[in-house]
T-cell receptor, first 115, second 110 residues
């Protein structure tokens, strides 16, 4: 089974802190993604990466950055956390190309509260 | 217009009934669609994908895709309280990233 692991499940951080959310996948997937999910807004893509050291902005990249130094690991960085970044963050991975049955697998989510 | 639209619900159905969840999309080039189920506080899990016009059945679930009308639906037969969750419709964009609707909350009551 595909496993996407988000090491931090619940975090409470202070405004202005730098926050790292780590994600590791064990299926040798090329693509990795970071989404955030808020009530009524669904899942919104923050950043994704289709290869090591490659990154692309999603729909809401402001206030975030990412790092992909190894194929299996994709980190989301909040440079200076703000209260409007309180949310659930979901990491996901997939094979590079889409098509029938080529799905995206999600981690269990990281609940971040910024106070 | 959002790329993928879903009625947020809640859709309330009695146990044993058919639940019908709908999704419309704006990209005529979309070739495949995914339905994810998400329980409260959990991450989404894939339950169905469909890539051709018509119906696809898997157990109690049937996905229907109508490319001409740009909608995709999910039918759940013999609904159970354990089906109560939010159902997310999605299609792949570039690099196989998924574009999600906001989800429809389903409540199955005994």
């Amino acid at each position: 089974d595909v496993k996407v692991t988000q090491s931090s499940r619940y975090l409470v951080k202070r405004t202005g802190e730098k926050v790292f959310l780590e994600c590791v996948q064990d299926m040798d997937h090329e693509n990795m993604f970071w989404y955030r999910q808020d009530p009524g807004l669904g899942l919104r893509l923050i950043y994704f990466s289709y290869d090591v050291k490659m990154k692309e902005k999603g729909d809401i990249p402001e206030g975030y950055s990412v790092s992909r130094e190894k194929k299996e690991r994709f980190s989301l960085i909040l440079e200076s956390a703000s209260t409007n970044q309180t949310s659930m963050y979901l990491c996901a991975s997939s094979l590079r190309h889409g098509g029938a049955g080529n799905t995206i697998y999600f981690g269990e989510g990281s609940w971040l509260t910024v106070v | 217009q959002k790329e993928v639209e879903q009625n947020s619900g809640p859709l309330s159905v009695p146990e044993g009934a058919i639940a019908s969840l709908n999704c419309t999309y704006s990209d005529r080039g979309s070739q495949s669609f995914f339905w994810y189920r998400q329980y409260s506080g959990k991450s989404p899990e894939l339950i169905m994908f469909i890539y051709s016009n018509g119906d696809k059945e898997d157990g109690r679930f049937t996905a229907q895709l109508n490319k001409a009308s740009q909608y995709v639906s999910l039918l759940i037969r013999d609904s159970q309280p354990s089906d109560s969750a939010t159902y997310l419709c999605a299609h792949p964009g570039g690099y196989n990233k998924l574009i999600f609707g906001a989800g429809t909350r389903l409540a199955v009551h005994p």
